[in-house]
């Protein structure tokens, strides 16, 4: 899964791996403004920032092709939106809308590949992100991994029982039978949240989380918050002006 | 000598009417092991949820009283009680929640509110205890079944409870795991109640049994005599199944 493959990416070792999750972040959000906002000369900003996050990730020692790959991911969804820009006659927006969501993909991804989840949700939590959310955030990503598990089996035990993909859709009782599958799963993973819950009242938890991960903000992290925020904006003016 | 848990007439019933515990009188003495014996439905399960106040604590469904080190399971006295006794669910999936075992098993201390650094400190001397000292940075759902098991009792021992309750224990592992499950508790001095349908992990761990039926204690006394009243062992010198 690919939530696996970015855990064990964001446990190297590099500059970037090493550096504080709040400089990172702040660079990641100034990255997406800047290139969300972008309209003029847009071909030519999206290709230096693509080039940017490039340089980024060969710089924090990751796969570059793998990074490209993964981000990819969200082009199914963002390319449904540009089919539907380019129905309603306007191509260029559509363009913008899949290159701006693939580039802002990518940089997530590397924030993400850069820093441990733990980390990176006490950096958000340091820079004013609810708590509540980054728990939801932390529990989303630790049991995505067993719930698809559990729909695995239960699409095994289907099949071991002659069903198929194809058939499932097929015929109305078989797509109601697929449904009901559904169901069972959402209910599963509603009693495996009531346990999991009982499991932390079990060890003290009264609706604070804490955690042993510890932040240091160095110098070094004040210069990558300060390059990595400066960097997107100058690129982005200076190509403005030459446009 | 007071016991430790003393559980008078308790009767429990869920939301849909099923009545799952019907008057049941317990004791727990100091150091002493028992294990709750039982078919499926019996009220194993909801009893011991009892007595760290997971059910019955809000005074909902319940009667009768349960006592912990003197202290009655309300919620006055909750957060004292899940101190006293540490709770090891079925599932591990579920008692893991948190993104790297060290995490996980500091979990319990930062909630007791201990500092991150006296909090890693136990949880890696926990971790030490159960032989897991090598996987702090390891994700959970990377680890076996048995491994589970051990890191979940570490996060148990962390917050260094009088009384361990394991639900199950046996669940999921196989032979090896087992046998070094059942060493593993045979060297740990914190009175125990073992929730189990495993006689013979029951008998290299506990004195006494407990058989539990329809809600009620059917009858009490040393883990032989029970198992022999009830029909209750699998090894092949008893019977095959329960009456």
Redesign the interface.
């Known amino acids: 899964m690919h939530h696996v493959v970015l ?1 064990r990416w964001s ?1 190297r070792s590099s500059p970037m791996h090493r550096s504080d999750p709040r400089a990172k972040i702040v660079d990641l959000l100034v990255f997406l403004v800047v290139l969300a906002t972008a309209h003029r000369g847009l071909p030519l900003i999206a290709a230096a920032l693509g080039a940017l996050l490039c340089c980024a990730i060969v710089w924090s020692r990751l796969p570059l092709g793998g990074a490209l790959a993964r981000a990819a991911v969200v082009l199914p969804f963002s390319l449904a939106f540009a089919a539907v820009c380019w129905l309603a006659g306007d191509p260029a927006r559509g363009v913008h809308l899949a290159v701006k969501s693939y580039l802002s993909a990518l940089a997530v991804l590397l924030v993400v590949s850069t820093t ?3 980390i990176l949700l006490r950096g958000l939590e340091a820079l004013g992100a609810p708590r509540f959310l980054l728990m939801v955030a ?2 989303l ?3 995505l ?2 719930i698809s598990e559990e729909a695995q089996h239960m699409a095994k035990a289907a099949q071991s029982r002659g069903a198929t993909a194809a058939g499932m859709l097929a015929r109305a009782a078989r797509f109601q039978a697929a449904a009901g599958a559904l169901a069972v799963l959402f209910a599963r993973s509603y009693g ?1 949240a009531a ?2 819950h ?9 609706g604070h989380f ?5 932040l240091r903000f160095r110098k070094a992290d004040l210069a990558l918050a300060i390059a990595g925020s400066l960097g997107p904006v100058a690129l982005r003016f200076a190509l403005e002006r030459c446009c | 000598m007071q016991p430790l848990i003393e559980v008078r007439n308790l009767r429990y019933r869920y939301e849909d009417g099923t009545v799952a515990l019907n008057g049941v009188d317990f004791h727990l003495d100091p150091g002493e092991s028992v294990a709750l014996l039982g078919a499926n439905g019996s009220g194993k399960t909801t009893f011991v949820m009892h007595l760290n106040g997971l059910l019955g604590a809000d005074g909902g469904g319940g009667q009768g009283s349960v006592e912990v080190c003197g202290m009655p399971v309300d919620k006055k006295n909750l957060a004292a009680i899940r101190r006293k006794i540490g709770m090891v669910f079925q599932d591990s999936e579920s008692q893991l929640f948190m993104p790297t075992v060290l995490e996980d098993v500091a979990f319990g201390p930062l909630n007791l509110g201990l500092d991150a650094a006296t909090a890693t400190e136990r949880a890696r001397a926990a971790l030490d205890r159960v032989g897991m000292a090598g996987a702090t940075a390891r994700a959970p759902y990377h680890l076996s079944a048995g491994e589970k098991k051990r890191v979940a009792i570490a996060g148990i021992l962390a917050m260094e409870p009088e009384i361990l309750v394991l639900d199950e224990p046996t669940t999921f592992l196989d032979p090896p795991g087992r046998r070094s499950l059942a060493d593993l508790l045979q060297n740990l001095p914190q009175a125990k109640i073992l929730v189990t349908h495993d006689t013979s992990f029951a008998r290299s761990i506990c004195t006494r049994a407990v058989f539990f039926r329809n809600g009620t204690v059917q009858a009490s006394g040393s883990i032989g005599d029970v198992v022999d009243q009830f029909g209750w062992d699998l090894t092949p010198a008893g019977n095959a199944s329960g009456r």
């Open positions: 855990e446990r441990p989840l733990p932390q529990f990503y630790r049991y991994f067993v495996r346990e999991i009982r499991a932390m009242l079990a060890r003290g938890f009264q804490e955690t042993v991960a510890t």
